[in-house]
């Protein structure tokens, strides 16, 4: 055999494995499932009843009958957009619930429910921002004093709170929260897990049923 013929076909042998490896990694590419592609819809639900407007939206859950809940801030909107809202209502309400894009009904339970607490607080979060595990509703906020996490029924009815406005003493106080920016409830345990992290730096874990502290973990040193 020449050197001719001998390069000839070793070039051969490389093209063929060259198009084998080519065609799997096309048919691994083409095996892998498809990343989602999201696209907003702007015009996903119908105007609010009544011309009531909202403020910052401080949060958004689904309860297990397919209810959207959102979660706003009425004290962030502007002066100029509260006109609309006047009659029947001054501001709007705390949280509202929608479904099938069609507001069923508002709620301004945090206000109400902290009337029933004044033995307790008697002051709701002024940045709300709340969820709905088990289909109570349990709000909480951002700023500075919002020390405190309210639970509510999906009516609107105040069941228990925990924590006390103003009162944080940092990441190793059982007994007030500091700013408290999520809120889960496992259901296996009936804990509430919180993401006490806008003022304070830890997940602290209470019982969702009697607010009973159960323990807590992070950077737990002083944080004031």
Do not use: C
Request: glycine share 8%; proline share 4%; no cysteine.
């Amino acid at each position: 055999m020449n050197t001719k013929m001998l390069l000839a076909g070793v070039g051969a042998a490389i093209a063929v494995i060259s198009a084998a490896l080519l065609n799997i990694r096309a048919t691994a590419q083409t095996s892998r499932a498809q990343i989602p592609m999201f696209e907003p819809d702007p015009l996903w639900s119908e105007a609010l009843p009544n011309k009531w407007v909202t403020g910052q939206v401080g949060g958004v859950a689904v309860d297990s009958h397919d209810n959207v809940w959102v979660f706003h801030r009425p004290a962030t909107i502007p002066d100029g957009e509260k006109a609309a809202a006047l009659n029947p209502l001054r501001r709007s309400a705390a949280f509202q619930r929608r479904r099938s894009w069609n507001s069923l009904r508002t709620e301004n339970s945090s206000r109400r429910g902290a009337a029933r607490a004044r033995g307790t607080s008697g002051r709701a979060p002024s940045t709300e921002s709340s969820s709905t595990p088990k289909d109570n509703v349990w709000l909480s906020g951002s700023a500075k004093d919002d020390n405190q996490i309210l639970k509510f029924t999906s009516k609107g009815k105040f069941l228990m709170q925990i924590g006390h406005a103003g009162k944080n003493q940092g990441s190793n106080d059982t007994n007030n929260l500091g700013g408290p920016a999520g809120l889960f409830v496992y259901q296996k345990t009936n804990e509430l897990f919180v993401a006490d992290g806008y003022f304070n730096h830890r997940v602290i874990v209470f019982d969702a049923d009697t607010g009973a502290y159960k323990r807590h973990w992070g950077r737990t040193e002083e944080t004031r």
